[in-house]
């Protein structure tokens, strides 16, 4: 835990193409969070879509973002163009280097696993793109939320508001962490046991699986070909 007295900054990466509640939701942990300030970095201060057109605006450009303790990486199709985007690549490399702690949503793992960040760490991501992780050196693990010391790995979307409170937790303490799942009402009550590839029924996986065909498609590619650059293959072997 870090004493109260000490400031936290806490910045997340914001793109065209983001699933907004990689982002939002773990914002609404941190926001509540006592002496720490979080803000939105984008490229530009062009404001994006996110996956299904929510306007999202950033609070400052990557080059205005000083060193943060706290480095946030959300996820969504947007990723793709991401991962071969070297400016922003560089400055996850940069932030992740003298974070206090790093904390991936969805498949912002893989946007990490780009920036040649996961060789060696145990992470997790969206469940379709779970296999995906081994392309980039990471220790898949498949669980809701993953812990690899500072770095702290959150599975799909709204497993972004679990990662969040664990963080929290490390951050200012369980007690305060608790107070913010208290603040936010978190007591998730399903109407369905759908929420994971493990539960939901078959027919059900096939229909997203083919539903999303195309980006899981252009997802593995892309994987195959950071395997290559980073001189091992799909499963991780170099």
């Known amino acids: ?3 109260h007295d000490t400031p936290l900054t806490i910045g997340s990466l914001l793109f065209e193409g983001i699933d907004q509640i990689d982002l939002t939701g773990p914002y609404e942990v941190f926001a509540r ?3 720490a300030s979080v803000r ?3 490229k530009t201060m062009a404001p994006v ?3 299904r057109g929510l306007r999202l605006t950033p609070d400052a450009t ?3 973002a000083p060193q943060l303790d706290v480095l946030h990486v959300p996820g969504g199709a947007g990723q793709e163009d991401v991962m071969h985007d070297e400016a922003v690549l560089s400055w996850l490399r940069r932030q992740a280097g003298g974070a206090k702690a ?3 949503v969805c498949t912002g793992a893989l946007i990490l696993g780009a920036a040649g960040l996961l060789r ?3 992470a997790t991501t969206y469940w379709s793109a779970f296999p995906l992780l081994s392309s980039f050196g990471a220790i898949p693990v498949d669980e809701r939320v993953v812990r690899d010391g500072d770095w702290i790995f959150a599975a799909g979307v709204t497993a972004g508001i679990d990662g969040a409170l664990r963080l929290a937790a490390d951050l200012r303490g369980e007690e305060t962490a ?3 799942q208290l603040m936010i009402q978190y007591a998730p009550e399903p109407p369905f046991d759908s929420g994971s590839p493990h539960t939901a029924s078959a027919e059900t996986v096939a229909s997203v699986r083919e539903k999303n065909a195309a980006l899981i498609a252009r997802r593995t590619e892309t994987a195959r070909a950071f395997a290559q650059r980073f001189g091992q293959d799909a499963d991780g072997r170099q």
Request: no cysteine; aromatic share 8%; glycine share 8%.
């Open 1 to 3: 835990m870090i004493d």
């Open 178 to 180: 608790r107070a913010i």
């Open 40 to 42: 939105i970095y984008g």
């Open 120 to 122: 060696g760490r145990r």
């Open 102 to 104: 790093v904390f991936s």
């Open 49 to 51: 879509r996110d996956v």
């Open 33 to 35: 969070l006592p002496n």
């Open 62 to 64: 990557l080059a205005e």
